[in-house]
């Protein structure tokens, strides 16, 4: 699976939105774009997932360039619950039995 | 949502004891459950991989003989830290895949922190 860069932290207004980059440069025609993200001392959440299109859910909405090679995680009005790490993941399969690598993540902080 | 959920949430041992952790699908099947483990201020490192009846897959560099997984069932799977010592002390989270795959979104539970004296 390809790697992902992160910054390792951001900061965000509450009630701006957020957004969280991520690059993936060496990432290959079927792989996919995860994100999670994890709460201090919890297990990580599932946020969103694409392939090629953009997506948008309840949670988030995800950006993927044309050329894959990066993508962003958009939180559009941020509130203090959202304070957690991001973890931005690359996976080979749309399958959940197939192993899900974390890298380092970004630790982003909303302020009052 | 599916709920996943571990037990004990924390646990204290003395050095040289085996603790054992649960993790159970409430209200799914879960053919395949990961382990990972993870120290403060780091990122989830996976363990293994673990197929309901068969031998779980565990990933470079972690022994097999120490962390014991066993998956006898759809919603249950363990890992037993076999005589523990103090550098086992971690947070170790488990996350299971429903059956069939899906979107590929994975389950985890609220972790459980090992502490061993």
């Known amino acids: 699976d390809a790697k992902t860069t992160q910054p390792p932290s951001m900061d965000c207004a509450e009630g701006r939105a957020a957004n969280l980059p991520c690059n993936h440069s060496?990432?290959?025609?079927?792989?996919?774009v995860y994100w999670y993200r994890q709460i201090h001392s919890q297990g990580p959440q599932y946020i969103i997932h694409?392939?090629?299109n953009n997506e948008t859910n309840e949670m988030a909405s995800l950006i993927i360039t044309e050329d894959r090679k990066s993508s962003t995680l958009i939180l559009p009005h941020a509130t203090l619950r959202d304070t957690a790490v991001y973890y931005c993941?690359?996976?080979?399969?749309?399958?959940?039995?197939?192993?899900?690598?974390f890298g380092s993540g970004t630790r982003l902080l909303v302020r009052p | 949502g599916a709920v996943v959920s571990q037990h004990p949430s924390r646990v204290i041992c003395k050095s040289g004891t085996s603790v054992k952790i649960e993790c159970r699908s409430l209200?799914?099947?879960?053919?395949?459950m990961f382990w990972y483990r993870q120290f403060p201020k780091q990122s989830l490192m996976l363990m293994a991989t673990?197929?309901?009846?068969?031998?779980?897959?565990?990933e470079q560099g972690v022994e097999k003989d120490k962390f014991l997984i066993n998956h006898a069932s759809l919603t249950l799977s363990t890992l037993t830290v076999t005589s523990a010592h103090p550098e086992d002390s971690s947070f170790y989270i488990c996350?299971?895949?429903?059956?069939?795959?899906?979107?590929?979104?994975?389950?985890f539970g609220e972790g459980s922190r090992l502490t061993v004296l």
């Open positions: 996350s299971a895949s429903r059956a069939g795959g899906g979107t590929g979104e994975l389950f």
């Open positions: 060496t990432i290959s025609g079927n792989e996919y």
């Open positions: 694409g392939l090629k």
């Open positions: 993941i690359v996976r080979a399969r749309e399958d959940s039995s197939y192993k899900l690598i």
């Open positions: 209200d799914f099947q879960a053919t395949t």
């Open positions: 673990s197929n309901e009846g068969s031998k779980a897959t565990y």
